[in-house]
């Protein structure tokens, strides 16, 4: 793979708390025992990211360091192996991604249980652990997910993160082909890959839901219907197509704290909410989840973090076979901070991806 660098560039929060970013040349590391080193050439940029560096995820353990490499949706080449990495299912050459939870323990009951996604003795990427907003990370063998050939790495980026994570939480809705889902924030990072997962991949009739201006993007993503939330009444335009009934399930893809508010009144009877966009700022309750309406309806509300490594590769084949596509455009190291700002407005439609190698 030709040799490594000694120094690398990275992009870091220099001022946490604010938008700001800066690019700094950084000691590139060696792998140690089950670790690989990636050479990255592309990561997503997400909401997530944002939250981190601005500090403004209240139930966060610690708040974000000075200096602190951001990143969790990373795919390039291995470069080398660490010892005891003989027998993984990975080699040099190898395309590979890096997830937000970028190590597991792999023997705590939450990764026994199959649900590594939520594993107790967790690595953030990004998030006291170097991020994929730099040129060459560590990664350990046994997790880092493997790229299908058939998927460019700038499109496969995103994938890491918003493809896996929505893919898990309309699994976990149980709802089944023909029933409807109502996708609250549809033509986001997150809301137009569900969008194309929730109807091409799984059958569902998809209602989206978000401002006006994203309307185009979520019926291509394959939504049926698309609900304007600034104009008109979102409850009634939603029991309107359902026959007066409501969705099966409602998934919350924003961090709003207005569309937790709304997404119960969209159920139907043994329906399902699942919790995904993560609000800023101080906890609130989910408005209108009354016990007493739940348990006469027969209705769950659950939450759903990012998804499995089983899930993840699920979601990575399902895109070489392009049945989800991701709408991004790339960016250079040096316009990060730029798209926090567009982000912190709201002003962008599908994904950005970095591009380290431009």
């Known amino acids: 793979m030709g040799d490594v660098p000694k120094k690398h560039k990275a992009c870091v929060y220099d001022k946490p708390g604010e938008i700001s970013t800066k690019i700094v040349e950084l000691d590139t590391p060696e792998p ?14 997400c909401h997530s ?25 990373g795919v390039g080449k291995i470069v080398k192996m ?13 395309r590979v991604g890096v997830k937000w939870i970028s190590a597991i323990c792999d023997s705590c009951p939450a990764c026994l249980s199959g649900n590594d996604g939520i594993c107790f003795n967790q690595k953030v990427s990004g998030y006291y652990t170097p991020g994929t907003f730099q040129q060459y990370v560590l990664g350990p063998a046994s997790y880092v997910t493997p790229i299908p050939d058939a998927l460019d790495s700038a499109a496969a980026a995103p994938m890491l993160c918003a493809g896996v994570t929505v893919y ?10 023909g029933e409807w889902v109502v996708l609250l924030g549809a033509g986001g990072g997150l809301g137009h890959l569900a969008c194309q997962i929730s109807a091409r991949g799984m059958g569902h009739r998809v209602i989206g839901v978000d401002h006006g201006s994203k309307k185009d993007l979520v019926m ?3 939504a049926e219907h698309f609900i304007d ?7 009634e335009e939603v029991k309107k197509i359902t026959g007066g009934l409501g969705a099966q399930a409602v998934l919350v893809l924003t961090a709003a704290n207005g569309a937790y508010a709304s997404a119960v009144d969209l159920l139907r009877f043994a329906g399902t909410l699942v919790c995904v966009g993560l609000p800023e700022g101080k906890p609130v309750p989910i408005e209108k989840a009354f016990p007493q309406l739940l348990i006469m309806k027969a209705q769950r509300i659950i ?5 499995s490594r089983k899930e993840a590769i699920e979601t990575l084949e399902m895109a070489s076979r392009g049945i989800v596509k991701t709408h991004f455009r790339t960016v250079k190291m040096d316009e990060l901070t730029d798209v926090f700002n567009e982000m912190n407005e709201a002003k962008i439609s599908g994904r950005v991806v970095l591009d380290m190698t431009a």
Do not use: C, F, Y
């Open 229 to 235: 939330h600034t104009k008109g009444n979102v409850e």
């Open 220 to 222: 291509e993503s394959g």
């Open 32 to 45: 140690g025992a089950g670790e690989v080193l990636i050479n990255l050439t592309h990561s997503g940029i």
């Open 168 to 177: 898990s939480a309309l699994r976990k809705s149980e709802a089944k082909s």
């Open 82 to 94: 660490g010892p005891g990495t003989e027998n993984s299912h990975v080699k040099v050459g190898d």
């Open 49 to 73: 990211d944002m939250g981190v560096m601005m500090n403004t995820w209240a139930l966060l353990p610690a708040p974000t360091q000075e200096g602190q490499v951001g990143g969790h949706e």
């Open 303 to 307: 939450g759903s973090a990012v998804g």
